[in-house]
C-alpha cells in the first residue's frame, strides 16, 4: 500500500482593505479629503477635511503642518527622521508654494497621514477637457517616495484619469510601478473605485487644479497628489 500523504494548506495572503469613502460634514474655506493609516494595521479610515487655516488644519483631531514657517519653496519639503516645531516625524512630506492647493503624506506616532486640501472651485466647467501637471507623494507603513502626476478630465463626459510615476532618485528607499485611476466627476469632486480608489476635488478659479487621494489595493500603496491645469 502507498502511505497516504497529508496536505497541509496553504494560509492565504490577506488581501488588504480599503477605508470607505469619507462621508462626514465639514465646513469651512478651504476643504478636502484624507486618510488616517495606523501603520501595520489596515483599513484605516477616510475622513473629510476643512478648515479657514490652510496653513494648519486639523485631520481627526491631530493639527497639521501644510507650510513650514520660515520655508519658501516651490518643490517638497521633505524632513526624515526631524522634529517641525517640536514633534518628532518618521518622515514628513508636503507640497511647495507653486500650488495653491496643498497636498501631502507624513506619518506621526503610529499613523501615516495623507492629505489634499484647498479652496473648491465654485465654478466648474460644464464642457471641454483639461491636462494638469503636477506631483505626488506615494507610500506605506511610515515610508514615502515621490512622484510626478498626469491628470486628465473631461468635463463634458464628467471622468478623470490620472497616473502617478515615481521619481528617479538614487535615494529611494522602496520603488513603486506606476498607480493609474479612474474617477467619475460629481460637482466638484470626484471618486473612483477600481483597484484604484481615489477621492478629489477641483480647486480654484475654473478648476484651475486638482488634487486628491488614492489606495492602491494591488500594492497597497496609499497617496496625495496636486496638479495645475496646462494653458489651453
Not at 478629489?200 to 496638479?227: K, M, P, R
Amino acid at each position: 500500500n502507498t502511505p497516504s500523504v497529508s496536505k497541509t494548506n496553504t494560509p492565504s495572503t490577506p488581501k488588504p482593505n480599503t477605508p470607505s469613502a469619507p462621508n462626514n460634514p465639514v465646513s469651512g474655506k478651504y476643504q478636502g479629503t484624507a486618510y488616517i493609516v495606523p501603520v501595520g494595521s489596515q483599513p484605516g479610515q477616510a475622513v473629510n477635511i476643512g478648515t479657514d487655516t490652510l496653513d494648519t488644519p486639523n485631520i481627526g483631531g491631530t493639527q497639521i503642518l501644510t507650510r513650514i514657517p520660515g520655508f519658501n519653496v516651490g518643490g517638497f519639503f521633505i524632513n526624515r527622521d526631524g522634529k517641525i516645531n517640536g514633534k518628532s516625524y518618521k518622515f514628513f512630506i508636503i507640497s511647495g508654494n507653486r500650488y495653491a492647493s496643498r497636498f501631502g503624506y507624513f506619518n506621526e506616532g503610529n499613523n501615516d497621514y495623507i492629505f489634499s486640501l484647498g479652496e473648491r472651485t465654485t465654478n466648474m466647467p460644464t464642457s471641454g477637457s483639461a491636462s494638469y501637471s503636477g506631483e505626488g507623494i506615494v507610500g506605506r507603513a511610515a515610508n514615502a517616495e515621490t512622484a510626478t502626476a498626469k491628470i486628465t478630465a473631461d468635463f463634458g463626459q464628467k471622468t478623470v484619469k490620472g497616473e502617478l510615476t515615481q521619481t528617479p532618485s538614487d535615494r529611494s528607499t522602496f520603488t513603486f510601478n506606476p498607480v493609474s485611476f479612474n474617477a467619475t466627476i460629481s460637482g466638484n469632486s470626484f471618486s473612483g473605485d477600481g483597484a484604484v480608489k481615489a477621492n478629489g476635488n477641483f480647486y480654484g478659479n475654473n478648476a484651475a487644479e486638482v488634487g486628491g487621494i488614492f489606495h492602491d489595493t494591488t500594492q497597497n500603496l496609499y497617496g496625495s497628489f496636486g496638479a495645475k491645469r496646462a494653458s489651453n
